[in-house]
């Protein structure tokens, strides 16, 4: 796995690796669809939607997916990773994210990679907030990203969010009632990513005072981390 493909942060921590089997599918079965397929085409992919319906999720799934099974080697990027972003013959995949959020220099880089993929066969795949028509990009890269096929995510519903949380805390061994689900979804950020966080944080703060995770105590913590802060 390559330094770049390090530097792409994990939206759960330190629960299971993002995975095809730990994503929540909802309405995006069509994009699983064409990410599960193998070999991947050449042409690009492209992922959009907004914060927490998965991209990220998506990308370290698909990275996991091919190194674990093929021993492939990938080269991924995000709006964090500084330019230059330099070739490497050995990939066989390209991920670029934040595409919405990528500077002047990383843009640059960005179509550099698109030219060198395309002339050695090898898939991109990128993702970002906005379709591609609307990403704030230079022409020659817009296009590039939706040259292929696009996909925009739907993030899951409630329902599914409560379940998705539920399998969680049953793996952690967390009794989470109704009441602090209610609690939790009424006050904080619905994207898995961050509820997946702030279950992981809870789980560590119950256990370092031998409580029950309750509602008291989940104010208890924010409180104490908003001082902190």
Known sequence: MSAAMRQLPLGIAPGPAPGFDNFVP???????????????PATP????GEAGSGKTHLL???????????????????ARV????????????VLIDDCDELDAGQQHAAFALFVEAQGA???????????PVDLPLREDLRTRLGFGLVFQLQPPTEAEVRAALRREADRRGIFLSDEVMGWVLLRHARDLGSLMGLLDRLDAYALERQRAVTVPLLREMLDSEAHAG
Do not use: C, K, M, T
């Open 82 to 93: 500084p330019a230059p972003w330099a070739w490497d013959d050995a990939w066989r995949l």
């Open 121 to 131: 066969q090898v898939p991109v795949v990128a993702a970002g907030r906005l379709p």
């Open 60 to 78: 370290q799934a698909l990275a996991r997916d091919l190194s674990e099974r093929d021993g492939a080697q990938i080269g991924a990027f995000n």
């Open 26 to 40: 909802g309405a995006n079965a069509a994009a699983l669809a064409a990410l599960g397929r193998r070999p991947l």
């Open 45 to 48: 992919l492209y992922l959009w």
